[in-house]
């Protein structure tokens, strides 16, 4: 057999066909590399935020292009129609393009970007005609679609691995800096021009549809059913698990098991899509038995993640990232019971309904912003007006001491309407009309404002203790009036670092997993455990000494000096940041 190898005629001929077939794209996609590189080369020059407010603008159009010319050759719409899709495409880049700040971007304008590209590229999927209901066709469409993926990533990688190669070698023999300088310009080329172009060159044209409907890849069934498929199954018997410590324990899910229920959601519905023609391969029963029972399994794990959803905005209320784990769990509850009650399950509808519910909540009074904001203003209007921190139409300190968790909701939730740009809402009763932010708004209530209640870290009840000394190293001293004095300075989220110390017949060690110091000599062992140290601390029991812990076993006695103790805790246990502590260790006689 013979391997024909690709001329530099032939590349050229390639690539004017792909420009030719997607002509707007391809000048975006210069004008994004040229705009890219003026970002590089001139970054903190004075339009770096126009180059930013480009970049973002042509990355949300470039897929939405795509889109216009897939739904053109599959004859859904005429060349007129194509024509004005693409400048009403025009005139909504340039409108978000100025909507965009010409300063430092906010939580707003990213969620913002992210929900706009997501939409964009679920576009994509449905842009076909002949998909519509077709399920052949979609898979193997989109199929040879991720091969291409693939093919690009692989000639990407290598031209990249090559260039930096090359510099390198340059650089070592001539004493150059061109990898230092050059290096990361060729990846912008690279990844603006050559890996968009070479992708789009492999996009089939729709007139040979019918050609790829004996496209199967082995490397796709061998990785659906030996990868995806055991791989999704595991993550099944996990949550299973999970949901059997639940019932035993009779406690309520943890927040975090939502994100890990919609992730197994996404895992298992990409396995079957993937897998979907071997579902009728006399071979590969266990593919046919997985997608016929997969969506009957998540009737349970729906009704874990409902609960989990509703605890969450129940304590905490409805944030743009809760509403969208709340959309999709609606979404997942429709495609399970959808997919149940369907014989022939039509491909097209996942990534269809998930377009239009992300359409329809980005726009409008039930949009993610405005839902969200009308929560979380509700919550914060009930909590100033049930505390009397609103005398006379305007913002007051209170006459009675607020509870440390009101303090901190009130953090969270002014930061929250900050960062998506509605905390404004509130100067008509501020004394900071033009400048309201987080902290003014707290400094009016009469209490501190404290950055640690921005994160999403509700449960956490921390605590640092400072006495003012300093120490930074692990050391140890020997006196006539003791055996021996050990200092431990210990970073206890360094999990690589290990403390310990002999001296004088005394060994020290800090154990990280059991949070303890364990002191060990030649006729004694003992520890001493941070839980019980924490707990005292706050307490203010009688072994305490302002900033001293005294511990006692039958032959030692330790005194514990803390220069700083800092950490927190919740439901889960106790999490330490940094101990700097000096034992006085002293023999019983």
């Given at each position: ?431 900071h009309k033009d400048s309201l932010t987080p902290k003014a708004f707290v400094d009016q209530l009469g209490f501190e404002y ?17 006495f003012g000394k300093k120490g930074n190293n692990t050391f140890g001293v020997i006196s006539d009036s003791l055996d021996v ?105």
């Open positions: 057999m013979k391997i024909r190898l690709i001329s530099i005629q032939d590349l050229v001929k390639a690539t004017k066909e792909t420009v030719l077939r997607f002509p707007i794209l391809s000048i975006l996609l210069l004008l994004g590399a040229a705009n890219h590189l003026y970002m590089d080369i001139f970054g903190m020059g004075s339009l770096k935020y126009y180059s930013r407010n480009l970049f973002m603008t042509i990355l949300l159009s470039v897929p939405v292009l795509y889109a216009i010319q897939l739904l053109f050759e599959s004859h859904w719409i005429k060349r007129n129609l194509k024509y004005l899709f693409e400048g009403i495409l025009i005139i909504l880049a340039g409108i978000y393009f100025y909507s965009l700040p010409n300063t430092k971007l906010f939580a707003y304008h990213f969620s913002q970007f992210w929900l706009f590209l997501s939409i964009a590229l679920l576009s994509c999927f449905v842009c076909i005609k002949n998909c519509l209901r077709d399920d052949d066709s979609f898979w193997h469409f989109h199929i040879s679609l991720l091969s291409r993926v693939n093919i690009t990533a692989l000639y990407t990688s290598v031209i990249l691995g090559g260039s930096s190669a090359a510099l390198g070698a340059i650089d070592a023999l001539f004493k150059t800096k061109l990898l230092e300088h050059q290096e990361f310009r060729i990846v912008i080329l690279t990844l603006w021009i050559f890996s968009p172009l070479f992708f789009l060159a492999g996009v089939p044209k729709l007139s040979n549809i019918v050609s790829l409907l004996k496209y199967k890849p082995l490397w796709i069934k061998n990785i659906s059913i030996y990868v995806l498929i055991p791989f999704t199954t595991i993550y099944l018997a996990i949550l299973y698990a999970y949901m059997g410590k639940i019932a035993f324990q009779w406690k309520l899910p943890e927040g975090m098991v939502s994100y890990l229920v919609l992730s197994f959601a996404a895992f298992g519905i990409t396995s079957i899509v993937i897998g979907y023609p071997f579902q009728k391969d006399e071979n590969s029963k266990w593919t046919y038995w997985f997608g016929r029972f997969f969506y009957f399994l998540q009737f349970p794990l729906l009704i874990l993640l409902g609960i989990a959803i509703y605890q969450r905005v129940m304590d905490y209320g409805i944030t743009f990232r809760r509403f969208y784990v709340l959309l999709l769990a609606v979404w997942l509850l429709f495609i399970t019971i959808f997919m149940v009650v369907r014989k022939n399950r039509n491909l097209i509808a996942i990534p269809l309904t998930l377009l239009i519910l992300a359409f329809l909540s980005a726009f409008g009074p039930w949009s993610a912003f405005n839902v969200s904001f009308l929560n979380q203003k509700s919550r914060l209007d009930k909590i100033l007006n049930e505390n009397g921190l609103i005398v006379t139409g305007k913002l007051s300190k209170p006459n009675k001491e607020i509870p440390d968790k009101i303090k901190g909701d009130i953090c969270s939730i002014t930061k929250y309407l900050f960062d998506y740009g509605k905390l404004n809402a509130y100067s008509g009763i501020s004394a404290k950055a640690r209640w921005d994160t999403d870290y509700e449960d956490n009840e921390w605590f640092n203790y400072s004095l050990i200092r431990m300075n210990v970073y206890d989220m360094n999990k690589d670092q290990e403390y310990k110390i002999h001296l004088n017949g005394f060994d020290a060690k800090y154990n990280q997993y059991e949070k303890t110091f364990e002191f060990r000599s030649s006729n004694d062992s003992t520890s001493i455990s941070m839980k019980k140290v924490i707990d005292e601390f706050g307490k203010g029991n009688s072994n305490m000494q302002v900033d001293s812990y005294i511990h006692q076993s039958s032959k030692l006695k330790i005194v514990c000096l803390f220069n700083t103790l800092s950490g927190y805790r919740n439901p889960e246990g106790i999490k330490l940041n940094t101990i700097d502590v000096d034992f006085l260790i002293k023999s019983k006689n």
